[in-house]
């Protein structure tokens, strides 16, 4: 879902006038923990997938809920840019769910199809099926969206709110619209 929220961002801010070179302006703190935390969410994944083990059974998802707490420290260090702080919120949302729940984002089993319901609950992947014992319930993977043309997508009330502060931070740099605490960015 982050991906068409980031090409409906684009499109929205091109058409009203925004330019997408400004988005080149944007100076983002501690960026590296952006791609070495999905190296480390791949890696788990790849590795519970593959059944492969890559030490004691606590290690994996500490190793998911560890790469969660570094998205969360690059928001945190970002906090003054637009939408950022919506990012923040939903980060923390699927942070506490995550790690509440052993390392693993339960999802809603009604909308999963028979093979991937099998998958979860043979306990492949950084994902698990929602059950009666998951704890913050409503915060797990548990709303559907189907559009046309599009993969149908299961996500989390804190996928929703880090969705719309990618729209706001990509849509107000584009504007260069900035919120009253947030550094000017260069023209």
Not at 118 to 125: D, F, P, T
Request: hydrophobic letters at 50%.
């Amino acid at each position: 879902m982050l991906v068409e929220t980031l090409i409906l961002a684009l499109i929205v801010g091109v058409v009203s006038g925004g330019k997408l070179g400004r988005l080149g302006e944007l100076e983002l703190r501690g960026f590296w923990l952006v791609p070495l935390a999905l190296l480390i969410q791949g890696a788990v994944y790849w590795t519970a997938v593959k059944n492969i083990t890559i030490g004691p059974n606590w290690f994996g998802p500490i190793l998911d809920t560890g790469s969660y707490f570094l998205l969360l420290i690059f928001t945190l260090c970002n906090s003054k840019l637009s939408g950022m702080r919506w990012i923040t919120l939903g980060v923390l949302l699927n942070t506490l769910v995550i790690s509440l729940n052993g390392g693993i984002m339960p999802v809603d089993p009604f909308f999963l199809p028979e093979s991937a319901r099998e998958s979860l609950s043979s306990g492949q992947g950084t994902h698990g099926l929602l059950s009666a014992t998951t704890h913050l319930a409503v915060l797990a993977d548990r709303f559907y969206l189907a559009i046309p043309g599009l993969q149908k997508q299961v996500f989390s009330l804190g996928d929703c709110s880090i969705d719309l502060g990618c729209f706001i931070l990509v849509f107000r740099t584009m504007k260069k619209i900035r919120t009253v605490d947030e550094p000017e960015i260069k023209a």
